[in-house]
């Protein structure tokens, strides 16, 4: 009885350790920085948000659903055409699906944004967090870095852009990245929070792609 007892225990410890490695190296976040600040030679450009958008797409085992979201405001700060620093303020009540029409469309808009009733908490929740923020921290080698928030949650972030100056306008192209959304505390339909989903998850992954035009000010 010993021995058998012994075994359970030992078992029972095994799976406890696998499962908190297992959310210790999902909660393992890059360290935020120091947002970035601009010299006094620098200039101001105000991002148009007009002409800017992020793109996005995410995927689940049967369906890809892409789309864009607005930005509200931003500015960014340049000296001889090298950007020294720079924010933007992302509007989360304008997340569009565009794979889709209709009631469908509308559908995932609200369960997105959590304006569904019973859903609010699965995505964004666009009532309590109706905006996102980017802070620049540095820009080196063409990789932008900086600390995104989303949900009141930072974490660091970095995306390869490129800036390209025309006249008094400056735009901002990344090339399409990853972000992992559980970071931000978006676990609707995550393998990685809720293992036994099978085949009805959503991946964790979304690509996004952000095209930004700011003018001086």
């Given at each position: 009885m010993k021995s058998t007892s012994l075994k359970i225990t030992m078992l029972a410890f095994v799976a406890v350790g696998a499962f908190s490695c297992k959310?210790?190296?999902?909660?393992?976040?890059?360290?935020?920085?120091?947002?970035?600040?601009?010299?006094?030679?620098?200039?101001?450009?105000?991002v148009d948000p007009a002409a800017s958008q992020i793109m996005w797409e995410?995927?689940?085992?049967?369906?890809?659903?892409?789309?864009?979201?607005?930005?509200?405001?931003?500015?960014?700060?340049?000296?001889?055409?090298?950007?020294?620093?720079?924010?933007?303020?992302?509007?989360?009540?304008?997340?569009?699906?565009?794979d889709l029409e209709g009631d469908d469309k509308a559908g995932l808009e609200a369960h997105l944004k959590g304006t569904a009733d019973g859903k609010e908490g699965d995505f964004f929740n666009v009532k309590e967090y109706p905006s996102a923020k980017f802070e620049m921290t540095g820009i080196e080698n063409n990789v932008v870095k900086g600390n995104l928030t989303i949900k009141d949650k930072t974490n660091a972030v970095e995306f390869p852009a490129s800036v390209t100056m025309d006249g008094d306008k400056m735009m901002l192209k990344s090339e399409t990245f990853e972000l992992d959304r559980t970071k931000w505390d978006v676990n609707f339909g995550s393998k990685s929070i809720f293992p036994n989903l099978g085949d009805k998850f959503i991946?964790?992954?979304?690509?996004?792609?952000?095209?930004?035009?700011?003018n001086k000010a």
């Open positions: 959310n210790a190296e999902k909660d393992t976040e890059v360290a935020t920085e120091q947002a970035a600040e601009a010299t006094e030679m620098a200039v101001e450009y105000t995410g995927s689940k085992p049967t369906k890809t659903h892409n789309g864009t979201i607005a930005l509200s405001s931003g500015v960014f700060h340049l000296n001889e055409g090298n950007v020294e620093a720079g924010n933007f303020i992302i509007d989360m009540n304008t997340i569009n699906v565009q991946d964790d992954t979304m690509t996004i792609t952000l095209s930004l035009v700011a």
